[in-house]
């Protein structure tokens, strides 16, 4: 791969993840903010696999216009923290569930970052591929007035349509 491997996008979130088999978990991300009309890029990123592209992919991240990273990984989970390590972006990182652990091997290996380089931890699996699309959402709503009111209607969708089937 060369420099150019990452051009300059529109998109203003970087949904990445450390394996193809991750996408079934972190499209709940990507459906998100499709939903809220946000631009987003989807990419396989692997901290292990591919760790040259991975520090080429967050060192670029920021001048290519991208304002938020979600990183999601199974196991030995490492991709969140370590493109959080190479960018000043806000770096979420989703636990992807693991075949042997069930995803605490993941979540360990996201949440317990050293001080100084944080990573937004969400929950395991789907849950919280979801709300990290939904804390990007959050994150570019504060500086985009339009996106914050799309963000509003999406709860109180959700809040009315949990009050619809409130009684059994
Ligand atoms: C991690 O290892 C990936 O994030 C994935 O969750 C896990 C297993 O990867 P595969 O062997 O399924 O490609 O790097």
Redesign the pocket.
């Known amino acids: 791969m060369n420099e150019n491997e990452f051009e300059p996008t529109e998109a203003l979130v970087g949904v990445i993840?450390?394996?193809?088999?991750?996408w079934e978990t972190m499209k709940a991300a990507a459906e998100i903010l499709d939903q809220l009309a946000i631009p987003s890029e989807r990419l396989v990123v692997?901290?292990?696999?591919t760790p040259a592209r991975m520090v080429r992919y967050a060192t670029s991240a920021a001048s290519r216009g991208l304002k938020v990273i979600i990183a999601?990984?199974?196991?030995a989970?490492h991709?969140p923290g370590m493109v959080a390590s190479e960018t000043n972006l806000p770096v979420i990182g989703v636990p992807?569930q693991?075949r042997a652990l069930q995803g605490l091997d993941s979540l360990l290996s996201i949440v317990q970052m050293p001080g100084g380089i944080p990573v937004a931890t969400m929950s395991i699996g789907a849950a919280g591929a979801k709300n990290a699309g939904i804390m990007a959402a959050r994150i570019l709503a504060l500086s985009d007035p339009g996106l914050a009111a799309r963000l509003a209607q999406f709860v109180e969708e959700q809040t009315a349509a949990v009050l619809e089937s409130a009684e059994l």
């Open positions: 993840m450390g394996s193809r088999n991750d692997s901290a292990h696999r999601g990984a199974g196991g989970a991709l992807v693991s």
